[in-house]
């Protein structure tokens, strides 16, 4: 999981980046709100973390400009503005959670779990398939316990998978489901994402169906 950070303030920015990054996250770091525009049109963010107060410009119109783009991306303000019109200001312009500095880290991450889950539309977010388990409200793989590194495209090959685990997708159905169906792709494609996840997760988890597609073995 890869999410955005935009805070002007040098050391919470440091320990924020340190806090989240041993949680297996991913952030990037905007320190204005130029930046941060900029970061937000050139990347796909699982989260933004979002100051208000910062130079160039502030965080809600940061925001406005994500939300009048169609940018549903889940946004969190982070902020030592405190006053309930304030609270009501940001999350009507769009945010989807308020957090009030200073804060404690643990409160910051099971907060962004929570948007990350209703952006999913989720109840129940976690897959497990043998020794897998798949998190989407964090994009994150683990096996036998420990975390998996997987390139975006061998996550959505994973995910599709074991959405449908005991089930056989076709070749077609594996391509739709990574890239969308809008890009011309080689035919062994879907082959190399199969095989860098028996190399990294065990070559018994996904069975070939000859001539059709793959399957993941029944979840237990």
């Known amino acids: 999981m890869r999410i955005l950070l935009v805070e002007d303030d040098a ?13 297996d996250t991913g952030v990037d770091w905007a320190r204005d709100a130029s930046e941060a525009r900029m970061a937000l049109i050139d990347h796909d963010y699982a989260a933004v973390l979002l100051d208000l107060g ?38 009507d312009a769009g945010a989807d959670d308020y957090i009030v500095k200073p804060f404690q880290v643990d409160e910051l991450r099971a907060r962004l779990r929570a948007v990350l889950r209703r952006s999913l539309g989720r109840v129940a977010p976690v897959l497990r398939c043998g020794d897998v388990v798949l998190d989407p409200s964090s994009r994150s793989v683990s096996c036998r316990g420990e975390p998996v590194a997987l390139s975006r495209h061998e996550y959505q090959t994973l995910l599709a998978l074991m959405e449908k685990a005991g089930k056989a997708l076709s070749r077609t159905a594996l391509e739709e489901a990574v ?42």
């Open 11 to 23: 050391m919470l920015g440091d320990a924020l980046v340190t806090a989240l990054g041993q949680q």
């Open 179 to 220: 890239y969308g169906g809008d890009s011309v792709i080689e035919s062994n494609t879907v082959a190399v994402y199969v095989h860098q996840l028996r190399r990294k997760l065990g070559e018994d988890l996904i069975e070939t169906v000859h001539g059709y597609g793959y399957r993941l073995r029944e979840a237990r």
């Open 54 to 91: 910062l130079p160039g410009g502030s965080g809600l119109a940061v925001l406005a400009a994500m939300r009048a783009r169609y940018d549903t991306t889940p946004v969190i303000i982070m902020t030592a503005r405190d006053r309930l019109s304030d609270r009501i200001g940001g999350l």
